[in-house]
Structure formats: C-alpha cells, structure tokens
C-alpha cells in the first residue's frame, strides 16, 4: 500500500500547523508537497480512492468483529465556498457509506445552547472502527462565536483550553483527529459566490450571510490563526490545506485520511470460529 | 433524465408483488424487465449513477431550502449474502453522503426490547429532502421473529397489520417506500458462503449462525412470502428482486431508487434572496 511519488513531502507534514504557524504565509493557490500538476491530481485521486477504501474496509471488519480499537475523525473547518461539501462528495464518498458517520453541526439549537459549547460535539464522536466527518464543528465557537463576540471575550478565551483538553481525551480514547482547515483567498471566494447567484442549479447554495461574513474575511483569518495557534497539539495537529485549487485540497485531504487510516494499521480479524468445521457444516447443508 | 431503453418494463412494474405473489415462481436468476446482459447492465449501473446523483442533488437542495416535502426510503431484506452490502456499497454510494441516512437495524438492545417493536423504526425515519437506506428493518419481528418463534403467534399475527398502518402513516407524511427483498437461491448462497470461509478478507463476514438461519431456507420463503402477502400495499409496495446475479440486483435496485426519487419530481429552489442585490454587494466587498 504505497503513496503516489509524486508527494515530495507527506502531507502530513507539508501541511502540518507547527509552532511558529502564520497563515499568512500559506499561499492558497500553492500545492504544498505536491510535485504533479491537475492531471496529475486527477489521476492519484483516482488511485488513492482504491487504498482509502481498502484501510476503510479493513477498519470496519475490525469494528464488526469487535477488534477495533481506533476511529478516524475528519474535520473540516473554512470560510464558504472553499469546498468542504466537495470533499464530503469526493473524497468521503468514495468509500462505503456504512463505515462513516457524518455530522454537519448548523447554528445551535435552544437545547444545544442550554449546554456547554462540547455537548453536542461529544455525542457525534464515531463509534471504534468508523471514520467520522465534522462538517463545521465545536471551532466555530472560538469563529463566529469570536467574530460575532457570540460569547464574552473570557469564555472564548476559556474555550481554547477545554478544546486542547476535550481532544486529548478523545484521542486518548482511540480517535486519530484529523483537523483540516481548507483555506481559500478572498478573489477565490468572490468568484465561487458570483457562480453561486449566476446558475440556477447553484443557487440554493448562496444565502446572503454569506457577505455579511466575507465583510469580517480578516477578522475571521485573525480567529483561525489563533484558534490553530492554540489548538494545533500533538495529539490533534491543524493542517492547513490550500484551497484554490480544488483538485489539490482534495488530493491533500485524501492522503491525510488514509494516512491517519494507515496509522491505525487495520488488519483483517482473525475468525473467532473454527474455519474447517464451519466448512463442513456448509457443507451438510 | 430518460431512463435506458434496455428497460423493456420498468423495474417498478417488473418487480412489484401484487395480489396473487408468489415467490416460489420468481427464478433467482432471471433479470425481469432488462433485456440486456452483464456487460450492458454495467454500462446503465455507471450511467444511472449519474441520474441518481442529479434528482437526489435536487431534493437535498430542497431540503437545504426548507422546501422538500418528501423523502425516499429504501428498505433492504434479504437472506444473509444476497447483497444488501453491495447495495449500500454500489448503488447507495455513488451519492452524496449528505443526503443519505442509512440504518442498520441489528438485534434489538435491551432498550429497543422495552418498546414496541416499531418504535426504534419510527425514530429512523428520513427527514424531508433526504434518502434513508434501512439495512433489515421491522420486518425482521416477522422473519426471524416468527421462524424462530421470538414472540407468541398471536403477536406476530398483529404485526403485519401494525406494519401496514405504521407505513401508510409515513406515506400520508412524505415518505416513497422502495421495500426490496433481494431474492438469492439457497445454491447460490452456499457458493457465497463458501468464498467467505476461504477468503482471509472475507471470513470477517461470516458467522456461525449463518447456517442456523439456512438450515431453517424455507421456513423463511414462507416467512417472507407471508410478510410480503400481507404487507404489499399501494403505499407501500414490496419489489421481489432477483439476486443471484448481482449486476442485476444493483442495477434493479438503483433503478427503483430513481423512479422514487423521479417520482417526486424534486426541482432546484427558488432563490428567497433578490439575485440581483446580492450581486451588486458582492460586487462592492
């Protein structure tokens, strides 16, 4: 099970938010890692989907057979438009839809509100043996919740904490986070929402928010650079994936799931039954 | 959005158990209504993917917008290596993994015991705008239920009437039933049951009460040809699909997906926003 050698440098690592981070420094037109080219792209995409869906499979036996011991958990956090639906759609989608358990955290509701911001996030981590996607998750609270000051500048300031804290346990319990920020320029964006309002079938995706946030785009890069900052650990790393291009992010973000899926070295279950004499009783039937 | 001529009958009306069904007469190997063979059905299985892709695209843009009213299930029984993982596998996930809402309904828990047995059905019903996959369902508490006698006789005699009235309800509501029994013969089983012992990556598949259950094959024909009698209904009709070649179970089987999905004639939404005002502040940010 080999990555394709046109990755220079892991992913993993070419992406990987370190101390010292700036975003700022992260072009999101660039292609971190990568030495081939769109076709390129396509074609290990492609390729990559067959090793994905091979560790999946693998990880799911285990969870079937209660040998499971880890989960991989995929979060995506970006502005719009920078193309998490089409990693859900591309990259997630190509393997089988009964190993992933998908969770699109919207505006919280009344009874989300009533509890503390991680309420909701603890109840959606996926099962051993599953692959977990969050689309949006508890960052939003130090995101929005910073930007639109949602919450008093201390209980943003305490929310930093309690994530290092929330995440260190969870990954102690088995999860593998794999934290993806899909990050995309301002030019980018202005032209994916004039594609929004120009075709019918796309349409649906714009809501006018969606100008009132692009209005905060550098408070809300100042919110993601501290919120990687302050939550990029050991135990759950931030990778920044450029997002312009999106044949690059989806290349980037598949080979950071199937190397977090690599990590846990899934194995075929031993049977827990005694193979020859199940033979013979097939065989008496 | 045409369907492909090899289709000589639709599937809907090829499969669909009417009054007078008998399962003893349909040949696990036939093809009803496709007048091609293996190389044709993979061709339409690749093409329908896209089809299904596009109508379910619509609905979950509806959704999105709050205008969806209804929503397709598909409800999967089968005997055990008829395919209903294929299914979910080929046909299920050739779709975003955002519309779709899969369940699968293991033994009961302890909980689940304490109710009735429809309770833990009615809490997975799909919400408007999406597909929900049920992977067994309800009608185990009169397969199994009744082959293995897991509740008086009386009980599961009040069941299949319970079943009829529970499902209209969810039709008077919004929800297209596609109830499939993929139909596999007992030979064909032992051949697959057969591969999943010798294959290091398949025998996480197998259990020994597999073969508790076949040696019980045609209590179950009677089972399901009894269940499929009486709970065959307008609202919710049953589609006998033919599994022994499994090409032509997922391109059946994607097929009733698509008439359903056609059935509710899902359009792209209407924008709520003034397109041409929202242009304009793009423009200005």
Request: proline share 6%.
């Amino acid at each position: 099970m080999t990555t394709s050698s046109r990755w220079s440098t892991a992913a993993s690592e070419a992406l990987r938010a370190r101390a010292g981070f700036a975003l700022t420094h992260v072009d999101p037109r660039s292609t971190p890692g990568y030495t081939g080219g769109k076709p390129d792209g396509v074609e290990d995409l492609a390729e990559g989907a067959t090793r994905l869906g091979e560790l999946q499979e693998r990880l799911f036996a285990q969870s079937v057979a209660g040998t499971a011991e880890g989960s991989v958990l995929l979060l995506l956090q970006a502005m719009d438009t920078a193309g998490k639906g089409g990693i859900v759609r591309n990259v997630v989608g190509a393997v089988d839809p009964q190993g992933v358990e998908l969770a699109a955290f919207k505006k919280p509701t009344d009874e989300e509100l009533a509890h503390d911001f991680l309420w909701r996030i603890g109840r959606r981590l996926p099962e051993p043996g599953r692959i977990g996607v969050f689309d949006r998750s508890h960052y939003e609270d130090v995101l929005i919740g910073r930007v639109r000051a949602l919450a008093p500048p201390e209980e943003i300031e305490r929310r930093y904490g309690a994530i290092v804290d929330f995440e260190a346990d969870a990954a102690a319990r088995g999860i593998r986070w794999v934290k993806v920020m899909l990050h995309i320029s301002r030019e980018e964006q202005r032209t994916r929402l004039a594609e929004r309002l120009d075709r019918p079938d796309k349409q649906w995706k714009y809501n006018p928010g969606d100008i009132d946030e692009r209005e905060r785009w550098d408070e809300y890069m100042t919110a993601y650079q501290v919120a990687i900052e302050r939550t990029s650990t050991d135990a759950a790393p931030w990778h920044v994936v450029p997002a312009d291009r999106k044949w690059y992010a989806r290349l980037a973000v598949q080979e950071l799931l199937a190397d977090a899926l690599a990590g846990l070295d899934p194995h075929w279950p031993a049977p827990d039954y005694d193979v020859e004499r199940e033979k013979a009783r097939l065989a008496a039937t």
